[in-house]
């Protein structure tokens, strides 16, 4: 099992700057995707956070990645704007597409934005957070595309689809309140990866051998991608994954996983997103206290026999952003590892890097 380490947020977000300039960012870019990866890293979401570094790198030596690119914005129709992000940084991409598109809310009251061709668009959380402080609800929707699929249809032994995210938020006081960001497979594959550096197994019921037969060792999906990932939910998780691939790929852009060419590292994400202004419902204020009303009738539910207590999406998040900021971010030696190893293929300095790194005392 590999050695973990908990560094300070402020650490990592150094490092991760560091990696990102090395491989091209300038200061901007650089600090607009550290931030994601390392506000990932802080709610939980490790799967992708810092140690998405590796395969940027190499998708920018495969020249599928391109630091610092202007993204195509078309004019709206409508309230429906597409933005061609040119494979540029997705973390940066997204929230460009996004202004571009929200620009239609004050006349339309909701925005409809298709983001095609992308670089990975990473925790898609980040955008319904994103959309609710500037007070909006929203809905978003990511296919992947540019790598074989990597989760097995509902009665499939092969893959079909990808992890096809989901995230959607309401606006309580500028903050995302509830936030359901979630794969439409048991779990995102970055898990997998995260789990076969630290040498764990995975829980039950994530993945399939190339039988089909579940499996809990993560090592040949995350080292050769030998089997697939589980959609959640049976029919019905594997039917909405589906319907993901419909709307950010079919609708909102060129090509679904059943068309784009396999390339060497590729994750290019299209990103089909719903952004609505509350108050052409009702006061802003009226649809918050309604949503805080419901969020509380949940959260007073008796818990399950060894449960502590009833959670709403988007309170682990709040729970390890606290945690994490007080008592620093895990990071596990292989994934560091990994990340100094791209940067070296950058003519990064290892030393000088890896001394940014600051581990936090427990
Ligand atoms: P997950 O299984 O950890 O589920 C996360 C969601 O479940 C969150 O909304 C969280 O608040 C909620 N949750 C967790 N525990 C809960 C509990 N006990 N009670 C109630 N709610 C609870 O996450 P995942 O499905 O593995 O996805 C991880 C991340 O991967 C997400 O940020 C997603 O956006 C990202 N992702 C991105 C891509 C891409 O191509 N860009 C692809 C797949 C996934």
Known sequence: MSHMSNYSSQSVKSFAMAVLKGFGCNEEEADIVADHLVDANLTGHDSHGIGMLPL??????????VPN???LLHDPIGAISVVDAQRGFGHRMALVALDHAMQCVPEHKVAILALRNSGHVSRVGTYSEYCAARGYVSIHMVNVVGHAPIVAPFGARESGFSTNPISMAMPVDGQATPLLDIATSTVAFGKVRVASNKGEKMPPGCLVDEQGLETLDPDPMAKERIGALSAFGAHKGSGLGIFVELLAGALASTDTVATMEHLPHGVINNMFSIIIDPAAFDSEEAVARRTMEFCNFIKEKQP??????????GDTELRNRQQRNDHGIPVDDETVRQIMDIAARFDLSAADTAALLSPVSQ
């Open 56 to 65: 940027y790198g190499e998708q920018i030596l495969d020249g599928n990645l």
């Open 69 to 71: 690119q202007q993204p």
């Open 304 to 313: 399950a026999v060894g449960t502590e207590s009833v959670l709403l999406p």
